[in-house]
Nanobody
Framework: QVQLEESGGGLVQPGGSLRISCAASARRFRTYAMGWFRQAPGKEREFVAAISWSGDSTPYANSVKGRFTISRDNAKNTLSLQMNSLKPEDTAIYYC??????????????????WGQGTQVTVSS
């Protein structure tokens, strides 16, 4: 199993940008499919973005498409999410997820075995 630790969350004004990261402990990080999910207060956790182990597949939720970019650095065992044009409805706890058995990027929460503790992102003026 891999241990995941998110960082980079915080308070940002509407229209602003923020980059959050996820550090992974696995030696075989490059073989893991990764994803970002988020949970807003009073709502269920939802898919944000995912990336295949190779990085050639990056599906996004419609609500963030064109504003968020997921990327991975296999040399540094790091997953990132660049968030631009942030909106108040992007406020949530953002979770990093990983799974070594996935052969492609997945939007399904149940496909991921390993999860981080989350980082809070608040978009407010």
């Amino acid at each position: 199993q891999v241990q995941l630790e998110e960082s980079g969350g915080g308070l940002v004004q509407p229209g602003g940008s923020l980059r959050i990261s996820c550090a992974a402990s696995a030696r075989r990080f490059r073989t893991y499919a990764m994803g970002w999910f988020r949970q807003a207060p009073g709502k269920e956790r939802e898919f944000v973005a995912a990336i295949s182990w190779s990085g050639d597949s990056t599906p996004y939720a419609n609500s963030v498409k064109g504003r968020f970019t997921i990327s991975r650095d296999n040399a540094k065992n790091t997953l990132s999410l660049q968030m631009n044009s942030l909106k108040p409805e992007d406020t949530a706890i953002y979770y990093c997820a990983a799974d070594e058995s996935l052969v492609a990027a997945s939007m399904r929460e149940t496909d991921y075995e390993c999860w981080g503790q989350g980082t809070q992102v608040t978009v407010s003026s």
